[in-house]
């Protein structure tokens, strides 16, 4: 275990208490493989200004479609983690044929209206203030979440506890719950307890 991770269980403990989600209504829950892939973000000064991770997941659909579609969810800490008790949530979705893939056909993005993680019975939901645009990838969706909601997905990633992640695409009637625990390794683990831990360090300055 990271000897960061008591330091992130305790910025945690000080947030408001988010209530546990209801389950997720739609969609049956399907095992398959997720990867977390952390990121850190430094300022002009090479102190840490954020902290992110990436949970990415292939959903293979049986016969006959021999379809391939994403799921695609990203959580960001800043500042405003520690001042404000929020964090930014961007869940996006594509897809493609076996076919086109073996082709070296790109895969086709698809809209998202409602993207979430969840860990310990907390989910991560919007909260009724302005997200950042991205014009980069209109067809995802990014909203501003309980900061509680999001170190609940990071201490489970931590502790290689499980996960679900979900999203609402556009025009399917099927919205699956993807359940399982981050592929990280150590050294990912200590970069994102690190990174979260320095971040906490440098508001306190």
Known sequence: MPAA???LVLLAALLPAAAASAPAAAGPVLEIRLDGTPSVFVDAGGRVSACGLRVFGIEELPAPSERLRTVDISILFGAETVAR???LVKAGSMEATVAALAGRQPMRPLAVTEGWLRAGG???EPLPLPAPADGDDP???RYLADARALLAVVNAALAGEPIEASVVRTGQAVHPVYRGR?????????????????????AGR
């Open 182 to 202: 981050l592929a990280m390794d150590g050294a990912a683990r200590q970069r994102l307890a690190g990174c979260l831990d320095a971040l906490q360090a440098g």
């Open 5 to 7: 991770l008591p330091k």
């Open 139 to 141: 067809s995802a969706l």
């Open 85 to 87: 008790d929020i964090g």
């Open 122 to 124: 907390v989910r991560t």
